[in-house]
Nanobody
Framework: VQLVESGGGLVQAGGSLRLSCAASGSVFNIVAMGWYRQAPGKQRGLVATITSGGSTNYADSVKGRFTISRDNAKNTMYLEMNSLKPEDTAVYYC??????????????WGQGTLVTVSS
């Protein structure tokens, strides 16, 4: 599975952005997808996840502001980000949990897209 993010950029505080993650390859083996982010000098952390059944989970810091979704027909996942804050500035990574067999599970990552929120 290959993942390609897009949609990052520079936005003012209070603004909005929508990130996209296009998956290709053996997408039928994807069991869950998610967004993670890494700010300068910090570890990569969870933003939001979504299962193949549509169940979602969010980090407390983004609840009520960010919405994760996926379009299975387009093999694309989205992250709608509203009310952005300077502390949301980070490189955002797309992640997919892939199970090519019952006994195997691997995680794939995209290359990341930079989101910068100015104050």
């Amino acid at each position: 599975v290959q993942l390609v993010e897009s949609g990052g950029g520079l936005v003012q505080a209070g603004g909005s952005l929508r990130l996209s993650c296009a998956a290709s390859g053996s997408v039928f083996n994807i069991v869950a997808m998610g967004w993670y982010r890494q700010a300068p000098g910090k570890q990569r952390g969870l933003v939001a996840t979504i299962t193949s059944g549509g169940s979602t989970n969010y980090a407390d810091s983004v609840k009520g502001r960010f919405t994760i979704s996926r379009d299975n027909a387009k093999n694309t996942m989205y992250l709608e980000m509203n009310s952005l804050k300077p502390e949301d500035t980070a490189v955002y990574y797309c992640n997919a949990g892939v199970a090519p067999s019952v006994e195997a599970y691997v995680e794939e990552w995209g290359q990341g897209t930079l989101v910068t929120v100015s104050s």
